[in-house]
């Protein structure tokens, strides 16, 4: 049973920075598995934002981020980040972290039925 712990969340102005993180625990080996960050806000699907695969050879992103977010691993740390930079207002949502369902596989990395292990999130607000 692999456990995901988010951090890095807050409250930030349009234009603004922040770095996510995801530590992985359990559940090895964290380092075969693609690694997916997904938001959500109210009412709304999980949305899919970027992914980065189990040897960080292949990184994916939503277009809504792309140019803007970069998403990185360390799998000696077990350790995905999420940089977010150039922050929009829209930008405002709970930013979870999960695992792909399969090793060595990229798959429907959009999809979040393709995931298994979630974190509980982290809240991202990006306020004027």
């Known amino acids: 049973q692999m456990q995901l712990v988010e951090s890095g969340g807050g409250l930030a102005q349009p234009g603004d920075s922040l770095k996510l993180s995801c530590v992985a625990s359990g559940g090895m080996p964290f380092k075969d598995y693609t690694m997916g960050w997904f938001r959500q806000t109210p009412g709304k699907e999980r949305e899919f934002v970027a992914a980065v695969s189990w040897a960080a050879g292949e990184t994916y992103y939503a277009e809504a981020v792309k140019g803007r977010f970069t998403v990185s691993r360390d799998n000696d740390k077990n350790t995905v980040y999420l940089q977010m930079n150039s922050l929009k207002l829209e930008d405002s949502a709970v930013y979870s972290c999960?695992?792909?369902?399969?090793?060595?596989?990229?798959?429907?990395?959009?999809?979040?039925?393709?995931?298994?292990?979630w974190g509980q999130g982290t809240q991202v607000t990006v306020s004027s």
């Open positions: 999960a695992r792909n369902v399969n090793m060595f596989s990229s798959t429907a990395y959009a999809s979040p039925g393709t995931y298994t292990y």
